[in-house]
């Protein structure tokens, strides 16, 4: 089988909107290493788009899900129940960083989980507001289009969009947005478009994923909680991306003093398994009534089982404390390759949630198309790397935490020569 060949079949059996970035079809993985059917191989820094956390095919994971497999598969949870739905739960509401008691509910994909995010805020607050920001990502549904702050190719040709949905300025030094600007842009909302009292939720990613990688300072999460504390304002973190050690902490928000009131999760929570979760204050999370919340897949048997074993081996192989050390490694790379790559405009890192982003030289304008260029360098070497961010301009880093130290010394290599040509 060749890939050519089954490009020409994908053209003509899927559609378009479906936009497919690599030319070469997966065959089989083995943690952070990818094999095409050709069987070329490539080094994966794009792990499904953060969802690898654990690598592809962790053998804890695998067990996990053979003995759910042999078990059942599916009895939909609100039909009848299973102890590790409930159990999972109770780990989340122990690890999540929320004030007081905290319940967890379980989906499928990042999307339904900001979905749900907003359902149960509403329900709480009995207001119809939602404000997120520009540059964020929530999803892909018409709820989570209309609270994503980029228009292509998310948006492109689907409105209208449900109402009620705010965006305000999302800080970000590179581009002259401090935090004192991003909190004025709210007030403007205010003023001009919904009156703080009708405000459910504030939604934010606290480092932007799809946006560039851009980290919230952290007087900005402090603004935040502040503003809705003064207007009973809900504070939502999407940590769809960022959750489950990337950070170098299993959320996020643990990078900062102040709790949010509800966390999104989903993509590496359950090592490849679809799975999304709400966790938040008890009393927040209960506002729905029975039968108000869950869905026929919502957290599906296998799913939740791998997802126990995800939690086992952040624990067991310190993967908080290696995405700390990967991704302080990373970052001395592209430090020393800044030298020789003027088109380096910024580096950013959280943990091993590290992206650079690109200008050009001449113009100091973003520049998508040099970004491409790197890509393509590092893929014709066999490392598969993602770009992001509102003009297209920066490599974002999703390498599996648990990627071998000589493989991880290999792909530094081909990213150092990949910027210095």
């Given at each position: 089988?060749?890939?050519?060949?089954?490009?020409?079949?994908?053209q003509q059996a899927t559609p378009r909107g479906v936009g497919v970035m690599c030319?070469?079809?997966?065959?089989?993985?083995?943690?952070?290493?990818?094999?095409?059917?050709?069987?070329?191989?490539?080094?994966?820094?794009?792990?499904?788009?953060?969802?690898?956390?654990?690598?592809?095919?962790?053998?804890?994971?695998?067990?996990?899900?053979?003995?759910?497999?042999?078990?059942?598969?599916?009895?939909?949870?609100?039909?009848?129940?299973?102890?590790?739905?409930?159990?999972?739960?109770?780990?989340?509401?122990?690890?999540?960083?929320?004030?007081?008691?905290?319940?967890?509910?379980?989906?499928?994909?990042?999307?339904?989980?900001?979905?749900?995010?907003?359902?149960?805020?509403?329900?709480?607050?009995?207001?119809?507001?939602?404000?997120?920001?520009?540059?964020?990502?929530?999803?892909?549904?018409?709820?989570?289009?209309?609270?994503?702050?980029?228009?292509?190719?998310?948006?492109?040709?689907?409105?209208?969009?449900?109402?009620?949905?705010?965006?305000?300025?999302?800080?970000?030094?590179?581009?002259?947005?401090?935090?004192?600007?991003?909190?004025?842009?709210?007030?403007?909302?205010?003023?001009?478009?919904?009156?703080?009292?009708?405000?459910?939720?504030?939604?934010?990613?606290?480092?932007?994923?799809?946006?560039?990688?851009?980290?919230?300072?952290?007087?900005?999460?402090?603004?935040?909680?502040?503003?809705?504390?003064?207007?009973?304002?809900?504070?939502?973190a999407d940590e769809v991306q960022t959750g489950f050690?990337?950070?170098?902490?299993?959320?996020?928000?643990?990078?900062?003093?102040?709790?949010?009131?509800?966390?999104?999760?989903?993509?590496?929570?359950?090592?490849?398994?679809?799975?999304?979760?709400?966790?938040?204050?008890?009393?927040?999370?209960?506002?729905?009534?029975?039968?108000?919340?869950?869905?026929?897949?919502?957290?599906?048997?296998?799913?939740?089982?791998?997802?126990?074993?995800?939690?086992?081996?952040?624990?067991?192989?310190?993967?908080?404390?290696?995405?700390?050390?990967?991704?302080?490694?990373?970052?001395?790379?592209?430090?020393?390759?800044?030298?020789?790559?003027?088109?380096?405009?910024?580096?950013?890192?959280?943990?091993?949630?590290?992206?650079?982003?690109?200008?050009?030289?001449?113009?100091?304008?973003?520049?998508?198309?040099?970004?491409?260029?790197?890509?393509?360098?590092?893929?014709?070497?066999?490392?598969?790397?993602?770009?992001?961010?509102?003009?297209?301009?920066?490599?974002?880093?999703?390498?599996?935490?648990?990627?071998?130290?000589?493989?991880?010394?290999?792909?530094?290599?081909?990213?150092?020569?990949?910027?210095?040509?």
């Open positions: 089988m060749k890939n050519a060949e089954l490009n020409q079949r994908r030319g070469f079809y997966a065959e089989r993985a083995e943690n952070a290493t990818l094999w095409d059917v050709e069987g070329n191989q490539v080094i994966d820094f794009a792990a499904g788009i953060a969802v690898l956390n654990t690598g592809h095919r962790h053998p804890k994971v695998l067990a996990a899900i053979e003995q759910q497999l042999q078990a059942f598969t599916h009895t939909a949870y609100q039909i009848v129940p299973y102890e590790s739905y409930v159990s999972l739960a109770e780990r989340i509401n122990q690890r999540a960083p929320i004030d007081g008691p905290c319940k967890t509910a379980f989906f499928t994909t990042g999307a339904e989980a900001v979905e749900n995010a907003v359902k149960i805020a509403r329900a709480h607050t009995g207001r119809p507001g939602i404000i997120t920001f520009g540059g964020g990502f929530h999803g892909r549904t018409y709820m989570t289009m209309a609270l994503t702050g980029k228009v292509a190719p998310y948006k492109l040709g689907f409105g209208p969009f449900p109402g009620s949905v705010f965006h305000g300025q999302y800080p970000n030094a590179l581009h002259g947005v401090s935090t004192q600007d991003a909190m004025n842009s709210l007030e403007r909302i205010f003023k001009a478009d919904i009156d703080p009292k009708q405000v459910a939720a504030i939604v934010l990613e606290p480092v932007q994923g799809e946006g560039g990688f851009n980290v919230a300072p952290a007087e900005f999460i402090q603004a935040l909680r502040t503003l809705c504390d003064e207007h009973g304002i809900l504070l939502v050690a990337r950070t170098g902490k299993l959320f996020a928000m643990e990078h900062y003093d102040s709790k949010p009131d509800l966390i999104t999760m989903a993509k590496s929570l359950a090592g490849g398994m679809p799975l999304s979760a709400v966790a938040g204050r008890a009393e927040v999370m209960d506002a729905p009534a029975p039968g108000g919340l869950g869905g026929t897949y919502a957290g599906n048997p296998l799913a939740v089982a791998a997802a126990h074993a995800v939690m086992d081996v952040i624990d067991e192989e310190q993967l908080c404390q290696r995405a700390q050390r990967l991704g302080h490694h990373l970052v001395e790379v592209l430090q020393q390759a800044r030298a020789s790559c003027p088109a380096i405009a910024e580096i950013r890192a959280q943990g091993s949630m590290v992206a650079v982003e690109f200008n050009d030289p001449a113009s100091g304008q973003p520049s998508a198309e040099f970004t491409r260029q790197v890509q393509q360098k590092a893929l014709q070497e066999g490392l598969l790397l993602l770009s992001c961010g509102v003009h297209g301009n920066v490599i974002r880093f999703l390498y599996p935490l648990t990627i071998p130290e000589e493989q991880f010394t290999e792909a530094l290599g081909i990213l150092s020569r990949a910027l210095a040509e």
